[in-house]
């Protein structure tokens, strides 16, 4: 399978002029076709990874050789996942030789033991004051699930609610925005999780990072529950995880399948008029792998920015 790179016109056929061929080809409407030419597009390190580990003769491929290829195919910008100040401005400096962006920094959290909350409010504190150095203003955050998926009781959620609210109070501070992200495991047990985390904390304090294929599994494979909950928060969805799946199996290429993604974005819109948009796709059994890894990524950039340039 060949690197991530593409040629010039690969590029071209992921990014600007993409958009401007659907445009010609009837499928976008002009002031659509113009906003997706510089829609910011941005990938999740985890997917970057999970797609090049297909490749067992490409598993170790060099950093900058795999951000020189992301750029090619489309992409504006990782997701990295970062734990230091360090690892943040290790990460932005690689980035920059690529001209891609750090909107957003994912970081999981132990949020749940006083002292331990603590440190880990510190922690991701010192870590979002670098990273907003290099334009970084979301700090997504999935606080750390317990052992064998067991539910987290009643003191436990209280807990980690209340610890919530003072990280999202204190990035506020720094003109940055906390988004809660969720698996599926918080979407056990009624979703208490998932939903005290929203009601017992300020909006201002904290927003929502809306993994919208997690909480269509979590929920049973239900369409109906994912538009519930964007009903209840949309206007709290600062960001979206975009991931597809096809018979309830990831897909290879974010496209067309279980979810409508055209109607959640005509369900968000209204609440939230440009939440940054985050390409998560990857592997699991049964997902296919019949596109080099290039393709899938240019498949993707192109798919988002049909589906989500201008107002739906």
Known sequence: MRTLRCDRREFLAGAGLGAAALYWSGSLPAANAREAETLH?????????????????????????????????GINGLEPGLQTPE????????????????????????????????????????????AREFGTKIIVTNPNPLPNRQGKNDAQLTAQAANLNQLGEQLA??????????HDVELEHAAREFHHMMLATEPECLSLCLDAHWVYRGAGHSQVALFDIVKLYGSRVATLHLRQS???????????????????WQAIAPYSAAPLLVLEQG??????????????????????????????
């Open 246 to 264: 096809q018979g309830n199996v990831w897909s290879e290429a974010f496209g067309d399948g279980d979810i409508d993604y055209r109607a959640l």
């Open 41 to 73: 597009v941005a990938i999740n390190q985890w997917s970057v990874g999970a797609m090049r580990a297909r490749d067992t003769q490409r598993k170790n491929l060099p950093l900058d050789e795999e951000l020189a290829g992301l750029a090619a195919c």
């Open 173 to 182: 501070a720094l003109g940055m925005t906390l988004a809660y992200h969720t």
């Open 87 to 130: 690892q943040a401005s290790a990460m932005a400096t690689q980035l920059a030789k690529h001209g891609l962006e750090m909107r957003s920094v994912y970081t999981g959290s132990e949020l749940l033991e006083p002292a331990a909350a603590q440190r880990e409010i510190e922690r991701i504190v010192a870590l979002a004051t670098r």
């Open 283 to 312: 592997p699991e059994q049964g997902s296919p792998a019949t596109m080099e890894i290039a393709a899938a990524h240019r498949a993707s950039c192109r798919y988002v920015r049909d589906v989500f340039a201008g107002n739906p």
